[in-house]
C-alpha cells in the first residue's frame, strides 16, 4: 500500500534561510507524489507534484521537490523562506485502485521568524 | 472557473444533533471526493463519486456518515446523532478522469466545513 511519511512535525526558519521539508514514500509502483499547502481555516492549495516525468519538479511560489527513487524521497524545498511561507505543508502519494485518490502524511507545520 | 465551493464554512452544534455539509465542485470534474481533518492531521479520505456513483467508502465513514450526488454534481454530506468525536474539518475536493489537460492528477480543494459539537 502507498503512504508517505513527513519528517518533523514542526520546522522553524529565519527570513532569508533554506526551507526544507522532508517526505518520504512507500509504494509498490512508481508513484504520484504531491505537496500541498494550508493556510489557518483555509482549505489545501497544490504546490507541485511529481508524475513521473522530470524528476526535479518547480512549483509555486518558489518552491521546488525532487524526487529520488535510492533514497524514496520527495522533499521540499525553496532557497529563501518568506513570512507568508508560514503555513502547514503535506506530502501526499496517489493510491492504487482508481479514482485519483489521495494519502496524505501528517504534515509540517512552518514557521519563519525575522 | 468558481473552484470547490464549500457550506457552511463553520457549523456549531449540540450533541446528538444532524448536520448535512454541502460541496459544489469544478464544474468539469466528474469525480467528488470527501476527506476528514482533525486538527495537527493530514487529509483522511472517506468516499468519493464518480458521477453519481459513489465509488468507495473508507472505514471511517461510520453508518451514521451518509454522502450523496443525485445528480453528478453538487454532493452533501450528512452526520447523523452526532458525537464529539466528529468535530473536524470537511473537505471535499474535485478532480477529473478523462484523459487529456482535465486529468492532471492532483484533486482540487474547498476550504473545508468546520464542524465543532458541544
Known amino acids: 500500500a502507498q503512504s508517505v511519511t513527513q519528517l518533523g512535525s514542526h520546522v522553524s526558519v529565519s527570513e532569508g534561510a533554506l526551507v526544507l521539508l522532508r517526505c518520504n514514500y512507500s509504494?509498490?509502483?512508481?508513484?504520484?507524489l504531491f505537496w500541498y499547502v494550508q493556510y489557518p481555516n483555509q482549505g489545501l492549495q497544490l504546490l507541485l507534484k511529481y508524475t513521473s516525468a522530470a524528476t526535479l519538479v518547480k512549483g509555486i511560489n518558489g518552491f521546488e521537490a525532487e524526487f529520488k527513487k535510492s533514497e524514496t524521497s520527495f522533499h521540499l524545498t525553496k532557497p529563501s523562506a518568506h513570512m507568508s511561507d508560514a503555513a502547514e505543508y503535506f506530502c501526499?502519494?496517489?493510491?492504487?485502485?482508481?479514482?485519483?485518490?489521495?494519502?496524505f502524511g501528517t504534515g509540517t507545520q512552518l514557521k519563519v521568524e525575522l | 472557473d468558481t473552484g470547490v465551493s464549500q457550506n457552511p464554512r463553520h457549523k456549531i452544534t449540540k450533541r446528538g444533533q444532524n448536520v448535512t455539509f454541502r460541496c459544489d465542485p469544478i464544474?468539469?470534474?466528474?469525480?467528488l471526493y470527501w476527506y476528514r481533518q482533525t486538527l495537527g492531521q493530514g487529509p483522511e479520505f472517506l468516499t468519493y463519486f464518480q458521477n453519481e456513483a459513489q465509488l468507495e467508502k473508507s472505514r471511517l465513514l461510520s453508518d451514521r456518515f451518509s454522502a450523496e450526488r443525485p445528480k453528478g454534481s453538487f454532493s452533501t454530506l450528512e452526520i447523523q446523532r452526532t458525537e464529539q468525536g466528529d468535530s473536524a474539518m470537511y473537505l471535499c475536493?474535485?478532480?477529473?478522469?478523462?484523459?487529456?489537460?482535465?486529468?492532471?492528477?492532483?484533486?482540487?480543494f474547498g476550504e473545508g466545513s468546520r464542524l465543532t459539537v458541544l
Open positions: 509504494s509498490s509502483v512508481p508513484p504520484y
Open positions: 501526499a502519494v496517489r493510491l492504487t485502485g482508481g479514482g485519483n485518490k489521495l494519502t
Open positions: 464544474s468539469e470534474h466528474n469525480r
Open positions: 475536493a474535485s478532480s477529473s478522469s478523462t484523459s487529456g489537460g482535465l486529468n492532471t492528477g492532483e484533486l482540487f
